[in-house]
């Protein structure tokens, strides 16, 4: 006999708990969900969009009888839940059912608050909670009812007041205060909100405080303090919520101003669950549907006995679901006597965007006409990065810090046309994706992404998919919880797999695995190499590199291609070659009948199309004439590209391709968290473009300065001016420090952009530049490293026979094998 | 079922694989790190990429182009990517001697 669970609540919270466990542990219960709507699971969210005709009932189903009836869960709908038993583990409902449990989930939601004013129990006064609110917004406008309205200016009341005017309505929005959504916005904000809406048709009553409702049976008009009488025939009520925890309370559980919970979602009865809107955790109360989707997670976790998950709290952010308006306002957005502001004001654009920083860390943010940026701006906030490097331009948005390739300009997702491609690597277009969002019921950007592959790839389009996320479901659902797991092997961060490795002295995958309690025997794609990674740079001389945890191209030492060909880039020092080396090379590409022969844009030849067999015997010839792996295919350091400076060049200030060799010298064979590509050129023109490189060396008379951070890919970054040196040993030093402090601290595959962008310019500066103990060991450890780094590759497997297994199929058989049926195979026959 | 001996289970390392040539294409041998073989066509129906390049975690191979992920004793991509690769009948003798079975 399985054990039974019962669930309390039919709303998103309850069940997106069940989903998350029907997910991990899907034969583990006998299960019943019990909800007194006679509806099955719906998006209370969308509501909003029903009302005001964007959307039907039906497109907000989540689950339908079907669903239930798929994983064999009893659904009493139309029953409420009127008492628990705790002692036998028994609930019982109003409309007569009695079910035991062995474990109980309330997710009983909340309720809308309703004014204690006369008249307020008359026909026509309503909240907006439920498909019956709606039904009754939706047959009263259609009956040709003209007055309606609203009390409460905040979120929901603005989202009800739109929606019953885009019914026909008349809608005047009453509200206490003297601002619209004033636990969202400043007056300015809401003044621009107010405009708008005015615009729009709606009248607004503010700092107005309702006295009475009018009407004998039926609602027909509401007074004020003040003495003002307006017609009414319809009142929406939308002041606010309160958990719903009175069945709780009468079954003896603790509740303050919701049902308290711990971090696991337990209440104070082990047995007892609990989740949602209905909540106490950490003395606060959500409203918002992504810290409940957090808290599903965690609670599914523990129900299904995992027993490793926490729930920590969320920060949250609000938009509201106006189509055509765009506000967003997240965290402290008043600010306090220790926090400074930056605005922007383009009154004419109806755009206003504000920042609240406190020591040059966001602390809270409004957004309202353009909220692109909201997400990053939102990120930024979480991961309280310094923005101090990038205050003068912050306000105007990611695109103008970090570059973008084609896709800033597309600040409008609703505009965009279904066909509009949004995702380049991949070829999606907006139509897909949110075909996938709707159909596929996806919440998640990851989800997004498994299903339809946009933003899988370069993540270029990340923003944008998910700006069309936001757009279809109608809030920001995608919230990325601040601490994120590596991947779905483990709930450990980054971070956290780092340290372990360091304090506890971890030298082998198996170690890290065991030690961290890997959910996945041996890991997966992601962690494989990420942790091989982390051990040979925390370990450089314990670990023994783990090639089976490499990707091909970091295994066999060459760049697999399309047609599973590999191509070949010897190391040529900071670009400069000889006639003899290239003589070799040109040799090798006949003997081989190498099809293509390429110049790189790192200044490196690329030799194209070698078969796998051939690639020793390609590589035996080349480390003939002295040529040696020149790690194209590596995340370590790729190539140092110079110009010809002050030996040739008439505006030469410094021997720039000296320079450069230097650095290659030193820094080749070296692993890092991604790819690293340097540049050394001899003036400020730049012809070695080393403002767009990891590390980017610019000679100038009196010296030489130092750029971290460039890029040239994805998305256009310009290097941080890290600061000036003036000899060559200088700059080895900055640039092996450099090296050294972003392959210790940054995670894996992420480049030194996105690294810079997540710690801030002044801490790298705080590690390299102030700490000078620090960067001379940083240093120090560098060159040490190195000592294990540095042996060719490709001569080990040329010549001494390493890894002989990867270059040789096992055997050639001139019989035909037989084939097994594959499931789907029979299916299509 | 006749069966051709193509090698040893110590040929192939743990997460690893080594290819068979044959007249219908290669045959990719899989050993899995609790050392099961599988063998598969060493081509991923997203875009025939070398399955035998990929990465092997649990009985899941990661092609290395797109990183469709394929499940060994299936042959069938892991949803919710579509698709399948055909399968081939292998078996491990005494000693780790790994056979091909052949067509009739």
């Known amino acids: 006999m399985k054990p039974k669970l019962v669930c309390i609540g039919n709303g998103m919270a309850g069940i997106r708990t069940l989903e998350e466990l029907l997910k991990i542990a899907p034969e583990k219960y006998d299960i019943t969900v019990f909800g007194s709507e006679p509806y099955g699971n719906y998006n209370r969210i969308l509501l909003s969009p029903v009302l005001a005709g964007e959307k039907t009932i039906q497109d907000i189903m989540l ?169 009414a025939d319809l009142v929406v009520m939308a002041v606010g919520i309160r958990p719903n925890y009175t069945l709780a309370q009468q079954a003896g559980l603790h509740c303050e101003r919701g049902i308290v919970v711990n971090d696991t979602m337990q209440t ?113 906030m979480r991961d309280e990065t310094d923005v101090t490097a990038m205050r003068e331009k912050i306000l105007f948005g990611q695109a103008h810090n970090l570059g973008d390739a084609g896709h800033g300009s597309e600040n409008r997702v609703a505009s965009m046309s279904d066909d509009a491609e949004v995702c380049g690597c991949n070829g999606v277009c907006k139509g897909t994706v949110v075909k996938a969002i709707v159909e596929k019921k996806l919440f998640t950007i990851e989800e997004v992404r498994a299903h339809t592959k946009a933003s899988s790839s370069c993540g270029s389009c990340t923003a944008l998919v998910e700006q069309i996320l936001v757009a279809t479901l109608g809030n920001d659902y995608s919230q990325t919880p601040k601490t994120k797991p590596l991947c779905g092997c483990t709930h450990h961060t980054h971070d956290e797999i780092i340290d372990a490795i360091k304090r506890h002295h971890l030298i082998s995958a198996k170690a ?35 090639y089976q ?29 000889t006639p003899d080396e290239l003589r070799a090379i040109a040799n090798v590409a006949d003997k081989y009948q190498i099809p ?60 720039s391709t000296g320079m450069g060799i230097k650095l290659e010298k030193m820094t080749w064979g070296s692993w890092t968290p991604h790819k690293f590509k340097m540049a050394v050129s001899g003036c400020p023109r730049n012809c070695a473009e080393a403002s767009i490189k990891d ?135 | 079922m006749n069966w051709l001996e193509v090698g040893n289970l110590q040929d192939i390392p743990q997460m690893g694989s080594r290819l068979v040539e044959t007249p219908q294409g290669n045959i990719a041998l899989f050993r899995t790190s609790d050392d099961q073989v599988f063998a598969i066509a060493d081509r991923c129906p997203h875009k025939g990429g070398p399955l035998s390049q990929g990465i092997v975690h649990g009985h899941v191979v990661t092609c290395p182009l797109h990183s469709w992920k394929i499940d060994l004793s299936s042959g069938e991509a892991v949803a919710p990517d579509v698709g399948c690769v055909n399968r081939y009948a292998i078996r491990q003798g005494e000693g780790g001697k790994l056979e091909l079975g052949l067509a009739e």
């Open chain 1, 63 to 231: 689950n339908d009888d079907d669903w239930y009836a798929e994983h064999n869960i009893a659904l009493f709908k139309g029953h409420t839940v009127v008492s628990v038993n705790r002692k036998a583990r028994q609930i019982f409902s109003a409309e007569g059912a009695v079910v035991s449990y062995d474990r109980l989930l309330i997710a009983t939601g909340s309720s809308p608050f309703i004014l204690p004013v006369n008249g307020s129990n008359l026909s026509g006064v309503i909240s907006f909670r439920d498909i019956k609110d709606v039904h009754t917004m939706l047959s009263t406008a259609h009956a040709g009812k003209k007055h309606a309205v609203v009390i409460g200016g905040g979120l929901l009341g603005l989202e009800a007041a739109n929606g019953l005017l885009k019914q026909g309505m008349e809608v005047t929005v009453v509200h206490l205060m003297d601002i619209l959504m004033d636990r969202q916005l400043d007056f300015v904000a809401a003044k621009l909100l107010q405009a708008s809406l005015e615009q729009r048709g709606l009248k607004f009553l503010l700092k107005a405080q309702t006295q009475e409702i009018l009407g004998t049976t039926k609602v027909t008009g509401v007074r004020f303090k003040d003495g003002l009488e307006i017609p």
């Open chain 1, 596 to 655: 293509t022969v390429k110049i790189t844009g790192g200044q490196r030849i690329d030799l194209l199309g070698v078969k796998k067999q051939d690639l020793p015997a390609v590589w035996g010839e080349l480390n003939q004439a002295g040529l040696i792996s020149g790690h194209a295919y590596a995340k370590g350091l790729r190539t140092v590209k110079t110009c010809v400076g002050s030996e040739w060049c008439r505006f030469g200030t410094q021997d």
């Open chain 1, 549 to 577: 945890s490499r990707f091909i191209n970091e295994r066999v030492h060459a760049n697999i291609q399309k047609d599973g060909t590999y191509s070949v880039v010897p190391r040529i020092w900071g670009g400069v070659t």
């Open chain 1, 512 to 546: 890290v695995r065991e030690f961290l309690e890997w959910k996945t025997p041996d890991g997966c794609p992601s962690c494989r190499p990420a942790i091989n990674y982390y051990l040979i740079a925390n370990h450089p001389a314990e670990v023994v590199d783990d």
């Open chain 1, 268 to 380: 104070y009865d082990p047995r007892v669950y609990a989740v949602g809107e209905c909540v106490q955790h950490r003395k606060q109360t959500y409203g918002l549907v992504a810290p409940l989707f957090e808290q599903a997670k965690v609670c599914a976790n523990h129900l299904a006995e995992l027993g490793y998950s926490r729930y920590q709290g969320s920060v949250v952010s609000t938009k509201l679901k106006v189509t055509g308006i765009d506000v967003f306002s997240a965290g402290d957005f008043n600010g306090t006597d220790k926090t400074e502001e930056i605005i922007f004001q383009d009154p004419s654009q109806g755009i206003y965007k504000k920042l609240v920083l406190e020591e040059n860390r966001i602390k809270g943010a409004i957004l309202y006409g353009d909220t692109m940026d909201s997400s990053w701006y939102f990120q930024l």
């Open chain 1, 695 to 829: 590390f980017g060396v610019v000679a100038v008379d009196s010296g030489w300065e130092l750029h971290v951070g460039g890029n040239g890919g994805i998305k256009v970054r310009v290097t941080d001016i890290l600061c000036k040196v003036e000899t060559e040993a200088e700059v080895l030093e900055y640039a092996a420090a450099f090296m050294q402090v972003y392959r210790e601290e940054a995670h894996y595959l992420e480049r030194t952009a996105h690294w810079i962008e997540r710690v801030g310019l002044p801490h790298v500066k705080k590690r390299i530049l102030d700490d000078v103990a620090g960067r001379k060991a940083a240093y120090a450890r560098f060159l040490e490293s190195q000592k294990y780094a540095q042996i060719d590759p490709w001569a080990e497997r040329a010549s001494q026979g390493v890894a002989a297994h990867e270059f040789n199929v096992l055997k050639n058989i001139p019989v035909k094998v037989e084939s097994l049926p594959s499931a789907t195979v029979q299916e299509v026959a």
